[in-house]
């Protein structure tokens, strides 16, 4: 029997308040589950569902239509769930004693009261917007609805943008730079971290920022913003950062994150966590009672940390919405928790990542040990046309070789290859389950081996002591002989100051030349033929470990400030 039907008799009433992923997915999963159930969906905004995370692109023009961002409308809801959804309607208090909620009507200011049997808080999230000076000035933006896209679209075309800043170096803010771009603007991102893409690690983020420079983005990292004001003769708007720097431009787009909405949870006394989200069980449910949260909102567990998180991203969100809906109608479903599987687009780049980064790790003290490896395969097989290189940073435990992590950045492919891990760490699985893991394969897909397998196979390999791993940290404290077996020509364009040159085929005959004592420690470009040769030397007696990723993750840490 449902927790409803426990505590009342008849028809039980579901109010909502909130729409977009988690209040609309609810709202449908408890229609799908009764037919007796009243339910009534409270959105303050005039959209109850529509794709926030295609905004950019309606920015940029790529989506023409707004009636295409519109996932359901209040008519669509009423007509296929007989639910009742009212827009332009806000939640002002909820009265936990009574089980009732007050409602405003935004269009005519009535105010009036109405009771649950189960309420479901689904506010999301707002933009963060700073106390700086100036902040108010006209042509100044957040992106989180559609009217936010009304917005700016009328403003590039009333003022004629020719030049925008972007404060912020996320997934809103990278999306935002390749779309007004693409309408001739030029484009400044500053970003308070000294990297974009918060979610990666510094060295993976460089191939990204390297990609938006390519596309004549400028970028101003390690800075943050300390206000705004009037351009000459009070045209557009002027950006100045704490580094005393000055952007002029004609407008500007604040993407510096968003906060969970809890005025509401936290004025009724629901228990909010430390990170400022509103705390729920397992079943989405919260210290209220009757009353469930979900989306944005809410402080949400890392699977792989075991630590309290949160985590604005439409997927988990819906998910959230259906256990809600489940759990409010008796059936026990559980949220398992996130590992922040996201991708995102950057002009011709696909970043995506899934699982832990290896900051998160270091900043986690619940976490077990782990190594990491790179590689750089292509997203199908070299000999047929068109082949793209997806550069991999792939985290796994030292013990049991549990799939911890993964970042991945290339044209192709790369989404395909982190979907794919990304169910591997949601069941638990090794490195030697993805060496074992049957992927599509035919020349215009991918590999005999496919790029998730060699992951695991090089994982695996480090694991069994067939090829142990070195990392540039090792080579810059002077751990071994450091080996180069790349070819002349690439040797002499540049290479690691105190390196040995061996290339890969004249290895075996010049084994004479390395010490018998101490390590050899061996790169190559990318960690392919620096493989071979370790096995080379170690099956002829020498301690030798490869460096992972090869002189292009030296490159990529080099420029990061890592080394």
């Not at 926030?52 to 009636?67: A, Q, R, S, T, W």
């Not at 007050?102 to 009771?115: A, K």
């Not at 009333?158 to 404060?167: D, F, L, S, T, Y």
């Not at 370790?534 to 990529?556: D, H, P, W």
């Amino acid at each position: 029997m449902s927790p409803l039907n426990q505590e009342k008799s008849g028809k039980p009433r579901i109010l909502i308040v909130g729409g977009v992923a988690g209040g609309a997915s609810c709202a449908a999963r408890a229609r799908r589950l009764s037919e007796e159930a009243e339910i009534i969906i409270f959105e303050r905004g005039p959209y109850v569902s529509f794709a926030n995370c295609g905004l950019p692109y309606y920015v940029g023009d790529v989506i023409k239509k707004e009636e295409n961002l519109l996932l359901a409308t209040p008519p669509y809801f009423r007509g296929r769930f007989n639910i009742d959804v009212r827009v332009h309607s806000e939640v002002t208090a909820l009265d936990r004693q009574k089980n009732e909620v007050e409602v405003r009507n935004i269009d005519t200011g009535e105010t009036y009261r109405e009771g649950y049997d189960a309420l479901v808080l689904s506010p999301g999230a707002a933009p963060v917007r700073p106390s700086l000076p100036g902040i108010d000035l006209p042509g100044i933006f957040s992106l989180r609805t559609i009217p936010d896209s009304h917005q700016i679209r009328e403003w590039i075309v009333e003022q004629g943008v020719k030049r925008a800043v972007i404060v912020g170096g996320g997934f809103i803010g990278l999306e935002m730079a390749e779309n007004l771009v693409s309408r001739g603007i030029s484009v400044s991102i500053v970003e308070m971290l000294p990297q974009v893409m918060p979610s990666l690690d510094p060295e993976m983020a460089v191939l990204v920022q390297d990609h938006l420079v390519a596309n004549g983005v400028s970028l101003h990292l390690g800075d943050a913003v300390a206000g705004f004001e009037l351009g000459a003769e009070g045209h557009g708007i002027v950006v100045t950062t704490q580094a005393g720097e000055k952007h002029p431009c004609d407008m500007v787009i604040l993407a510096i994150g968003v906060r969970p909405e809890i005025k509401l949870a936290r004025e009724a006394g629901l228990k909010i966590g430390d990170l400022g989200g509103i705390r729920v069980d397992d079943r989405m449910r919260t210290s209220g009672g009757r009353i469930w949260a979900v989306g944005d909102a809410v402080e949400v567990r890392d699977i792989i940390s075991g630590e309290w998180t949160l985590l604005a991203l439409a997927g988990p969100a819906n998910r959230q919405g259906r256990i809600a809906a489940d759990a409010i109608l008796g059936r026990d479903s559980r949220f398992r928790g996130v590992q922040a599987t996201a991708v995102c687009k950057v002009f011709d780049m696909v970043v995506a990542s899934t699982g832990a980064s290896e900051k998160a790790l270091q900043r986690s003290v619940k976490t077990a040990h782990y190594e990491k490896v790179y590689l750089q395969p292509t997203h199908h097989v070299g000999y047929y046309p068109g082949a793209k290189p997806i550069m991999m940073k792939f985290i796994f435990s030292i013990e049991g070789g549990r799939v911890l992590g993964v970042q991945a950045v290339g044209e192709d492919g790369v989404e395909k290859r982190i979907d794919v891990i990304s169910m591997a760490i949601q069941k638990g699985a090794t490195v030697f389950d993805l060496e074992e893991a049957e992927m599509c394969y035919a020349p215009q897909f991918g590999g005999a081996k496919d790029p998730v397998n060699l992951a695991g196979m090089v994982a695996a390999n480090m694991l069994r002591g067939d090829s142990p791993v070195a990392h540039w940290d090792d080579v810059n404290q002077g751990k071994g002989t450091v080996l180069d077996v790349r070819t002349l020509r690439e040797f002499t364009a540049g290479h690691y100051e105190g390196a040995i040159h061996i290339p890969i085929d004249e290895l075996r005959e010049r084994l004479g030349e390395l010490l018998g004592d101490g390590e050899v420690l061996v790169y190559c470009r990318q960690g392919h033929r620096s493989y071979y040769a370790t096995r080379i030397l170690r099956l002829n007696g020498f301690n030798a470990r490869n460096v992972s990723g090869g002189i292009l993750t030296y490159n990529m840490q080099r420029r990061a400030g890592m080394r």
